[in-house]
């Protein structure tokens, strides 16, 4: 479950203090997912990035898993983020250096697991994603959907509690797009995983079972609207 109450996010950039989130509060149940849309700057990824662990906030309190982020210390918020929470970026974030399934397999092997049952497992998720036959490829040579659903099977491969999801289809066309979202919906859904998901797409978030507006820095029901 995640929980956040009275989230505030400000950066000062020189004599400019601009307000991102401003009192927000967010309850999403276990195996629900949330769409996020709202205009460019609006404070969708620094929402993403609050709750991935990867910035903290200027005031207020996050909790996932009756977990309160205030109470970790910066190890162990290391630690939580490797163990339950996985990202998916617009611009996919893969590494060139890497093939395809040593991408995938990347998590498991930071966490410490062997290389045979890192790549293996790697191997299963490219085969849900339907992409098992790149598996060898290096990804820059990969179609735009193709690298997307990599970044799924990496972002996926660990079980995370909670999946974040921030513009994954933004660059895609129409047919890679749906392929892309519903593949992130039904393997968060058949996981009960927690997915947040930030688009521009309207005809995306209306699929998913929560979404909201970022307006004023707060998150507006736009479901039931
Ligand atoms: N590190 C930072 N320092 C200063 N300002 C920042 C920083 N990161 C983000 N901002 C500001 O916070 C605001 C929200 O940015 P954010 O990236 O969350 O928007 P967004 O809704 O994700 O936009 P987009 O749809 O374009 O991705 C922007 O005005 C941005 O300039
Ligand atoms: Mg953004």
Known sequence: MIILNDIGKE???GKTNVIVLNKLCLHVNYDENVGIIGPSG?????LLNLIGLLEQPSSGNIKICNVDFNDLKEEEK???RKENIGFIFQNNQLLED???EENVALPLLMNGNSFRKSISKANDYLNLLGISDRNKFKPGL??????????????LIKNPKILLADEPTGSLDHQNTKIVFNSIRKL???NKIITVFA????NLVKLLDKCFLMEGGKLIDFKNK
Do not use: M
Not at 145 to 151: I, P
Not at 199 to 202: A, I, K, Q, R, V
């Open 11 to 13: 950066y000062i950039q």
């Open 42 to 46: 609006s404070g969708k990824s620094t």
């Open 78 to 80: 290391v630690i939580f």
């Open 98 to 100: 890497f093939n395809v």
């Open 142 to 155: 990969l179609s735009g959907g193709e690298q997307q659903r990599v970044a799924i099977a990496r972002a």
């Open 188 to 190: 968060s859904k058949e």
């Open 199 to 202: 688009t521009h797409n309207l």
